[in-house]
Each structure stands twice: as structure tokens, then as C-alpha cells.
């Protein structure tokens, strides 16, 4: 089993719509969670750190089930330029300072 | 704002040859990071290092080397390159990671060097 593990999609939505993405990391002991934007060609760059009681960014929304071991990325209202793949990211056990990067979930809006 | 770069975006080069990738930060970040992107295969890591003169293997150590002399700065080597290390490669860099939750140990990366060996 990944350690952590997405659907790779692609998800191809239409201007407007929400979408959203799931995530499920097998390490109980992790205690940081990201989700991360790459655009094509481009490093991957943080969108949002995800807390325990979940959070929003604007159109973003992040949800965090420790028990369940999952993490999701609403997306609200997408936009074009919402366009890329989508990195779950949570640290290993212990304070490593290391990262595991799911492989990322793609989305292609479309007008 | 946090930059890192790295000194080439594109790079070609013979199977055989000796390769060394160099990544700068200046954010006087302690972790930096080297991982290689493949399609399918997400990112895996080469390489860490938490300070100067320290350096522990990560996932796909084999056919690299690195180097920390300074904070700032950590370069791969591939010492012999050959063609299935055609890839992209990203370096990053943290600050340490703190007790309870804290996001401190979120990466940020360099632009990325996209190598061809042929």
C-alpha cells in the first residue's frame, strides 16, 4: 500500500463547478498535512496546510479525518487557472522533517 | 518570500559523464532536499541533509552523491550518469520540524532541473 494515496484522475469540470479530491495517508503518526499545486512543467508550489478542524482559503477547503486516516481539497467555483495537479503531502512519523508526496490528482477545467 | 533556485532549468548531457546539480536558498532554511520527478511515479527523494557536513539517504540514493558545505547551498552529483536517470529533479528546503502539528517543516522548492542523459 502507498503511503499516500490519490486518485490521479484527471478530473475534467467545467467553469463554475465544485470538485473535490480525496486523499488517504497510511502513517497514524503524521501530524502535518499539505495539499500542494504543480502546474505543468513547474515545481510544485504549497496551496494550503491543512488543519486538524479543517480550513478555507477563499474557494478552498480542506478537510482533515484523523480517524480515517483522509484528507479532501474543495474546490469551489473553479476557474480556469485552476488548471494543474494536486499534491497531498503528509510528514513521515517522528520530527524528520521529510515529506511523502502522494502522486497527485489532476483537474482540467473547462469554459 | 522564500527563493530557492537551481543552476540550470535544462540539461543534456553524455552517459558517463559526471553531473552535479546546484541548488541555492535564502532563507537560511536547515533542510534541503533532493527529489527526482518521473511521470507515474510521483516524487521521489534522493537525498536530505539537516545541516552542513550532514547528508542522509533518502528513497533512491543509488548513482548520487551529495554535498553540503555551506547552509545555503546542497548540490547532487551524479558521479557517472546514465540514461534512467533522465528526469526532473527539484530541490527544497525547510526549517526543522517542531513539536505538535507545527507546519514548519512545509518545503518549499526550486524551479527545477530537467536533465537528459543521452
Known amino acids: 500500500r502507498k503511503e499516500v494515496e490519490q486518485d490521479p484522475g484527471p478530473f475534467n469540470v467545467p467553469e463554475g463547478a465544485t470538485v473535490a479530491f480525496n486523499c488517504t495517508y497510511s502513517?497514524?503518526?503524521?501530524?502535518?498535512f499539505f495539499w500542494y499545486r504543480q502546474d505543468c512543467r513547474k515545481e510544485p508550489k504549497l496551496l494550503m496546510s491543512?488543519?486538524?478542524s479543517g480550513n478555507e482559503d477563499g474557494r478552498f477547503t480542506a478537510q482533515l479525518n484523523r480517524a480515517s486516516q483522509y484528507i479532501s481539497l474543495l474546490i469551489r467555483d473553479s476557474k480556469l487557472s485552476d488548471s494543474a495537479t494536486y499534491l497531498c503531502?503528509?510528514?513521515?512519523?517522528?520530527?524528520?522533517?521529510?515529506?511523502?508526496f502522494g502522486q497527485g490528482t489532476t483537474l482540467q477545467v473547462k469554459p | 518570500d522564500v527563493k530557492v533556485t537551481q543552476s540550470s532549468r535544462y540539461l543534456v548531457k553524455r552517459t558517463g559523464e559526471k553531473v552535479f546539480l546546484e541548488c541555492v536558498q535564502d532563507?537560511?532554511?536547515?533542510?534541503m532536499f533532493w527529489y527526482r520527478q518521473d511521470p507515474g511515479l510521483g516524487l521521489r527523494l534522493i537525498y536530505f541533509?539537516?545541516?552542513?557536513?550532514?547528508?542522509e539517504k533518502g528513497d533512491i540514493p543509488e548513482g548520487y552523491s551529495v554535498s553540503r558545505e555551506k547552509k545555503e547551498r546542497f548540490s547532487l552529483i551524479l558521479e557517472s550518469a546514465s540514461t534512467n536517470q533522465t528526469s526532473m529533479y527539484l530541490c527544497?528546503?525547510?526549517?526543522?520540524?517542531?513539536?505538535?502539528?507545527?507546519?514548519?517543516?512545509?518545503?518549499?522548492f526550486g524551479p527545477g532541473t530537467r536533465l537528459t542523459v543521452l
Open positions: 502513517n497514524s503518526a503524521s501530524q502535518s
Open positions: 527544497a528546503s525547510s526549517l526543522p520540524p517542531v513539536n505538535s502539528g507545527g507546519f514548519q517543516d512545509t518545503q518549499y
Open positions: 503531502v503528509v510528514n513521515m512519523r517522528g520530527n524528520t522533517g521529510k515529506l511523502i
Open positions: 541533509s539537516y545541516d552542513v557536513k550532514m547528508k
Open positions: 532563507m537560511d532554511h536547515e533542510n
Open positions: 491543512v488543519y486538524s
